[in-house]
T-cell receptor, first 114, second 112 residues
Framework: SQTIHQWPATLVQPVGSPLSLECTVE??????LYWYRQAAGRGLQLLFY??????ISSEVPQNLSASRPQDRQFILSSKKLLLSDSGFYLC?????????????FGPGTRLTVT | KNQVEQSPQSLIILEGKNCTLQ??????????LRWYKQDTGRGPVSLTI?????NTKSNGRYTATLDADTKQSSLHITASQLSDSASYIC???????????FGRGTSLIVHP
């Protein structure tokens, strides 16, 4: 069966510090991968998605970046965090291609920028 | 522009009661619609997924309906339990797209 992991579960970082969140998927090959952010009381905002190694599409201009160094690994980074980067970050995967299959979400990372 | 609107924004009910959550979507071309349940501090979990040809789909005490003509969907929860307290998110996907459109969710609180 497929599983998705995210770490860390919680993170408190000062403004201006770097960020690296990692997501890995097991039990499937060539998945579509997604990074979302959910601010308190708000809906899910798509940040990045990837349909293959090294292929990253950005949906929202920001000081964040994403990379996919391996087929089942997706990394969200920032060189300098802003207060507005605080939120709940979710990684998700779906079957590859434009099949419209459902997305499976990881447990999330709660980021607080102080 | 693709949009998903959910109502009500929040809902409080007593344990054992039924409730219905609403979702209106503007997604073209429409591919499928999903309902997710998100417990506080956790990732969303899929409840149902429906294509345009499906009118109703059930998952235990959860029943989703879809009216492709009016572009409306509802999620009916029967005999609510305390564990139903969560945010319920409606998500629509357009054909040929990797990117779903999320509603803001309905926050449901079930009181004993």
């Amino acid at each position: 069966s497929q599983t998705i992991h995210q770490w860390p579960a919680t993170l408190v970082q000062p403004v201006g510090s770097p960020l690296s969140l990692e997501c890995t998927v097991e039990g499937t090959s060539n998945p579509n991968l997604y990074w979302y952010r959910q601010a308190a009381g708000r809906g899910l905002q798509l940040l990045f998605y990837s349909v293959g190694i090294g292929q990253i599409s950005s949906e929202v201009p920001q000081n964040l970046s994403a990379s996919r160094p391996q087929d089942r690994q997706f990394i969200l980074s920032s060189k300098k965090l802003l207060l507005s980067d605080s939120g709940f970050y979710l990684c998700a995967w779906s079957l590859g291609g434009l099949s419209g299959d459902e997305q499976y979400f990881g447990p999330g990372t709660r980021l607080t920028v102080t | 522009k693709n949009q998903v609107e959910q109502s009500p924004q929040s809902l409080i009910i007593l344990e054992g009661k039924n409730c219905t959550l609403q979702c209106n979507y503007t997604v073209s071309p429409f591919s499928n619609l999903r309902w997710y349940k998100q417990d506080t501090g956790r990732g969303p979990v899929s409840l149902t997924i429906m294509t345009f040809s499906e009118n109703t789909k059930s998952n235990g005490r959860y029943t989703a309906t879809l009216d492709a003509d009016t572009k409306q969907s509802s999620l009916h929860i029967t005999a609510s339990q305390l564990s139903d307290s969560a945010s319920y998110i409606c998500v629509a996907l357009s054909g040929g797209s990797y990117i779903p459109t999320f509603g803001r969710g309905t926050s449901l609180i079930v009181h004993p």
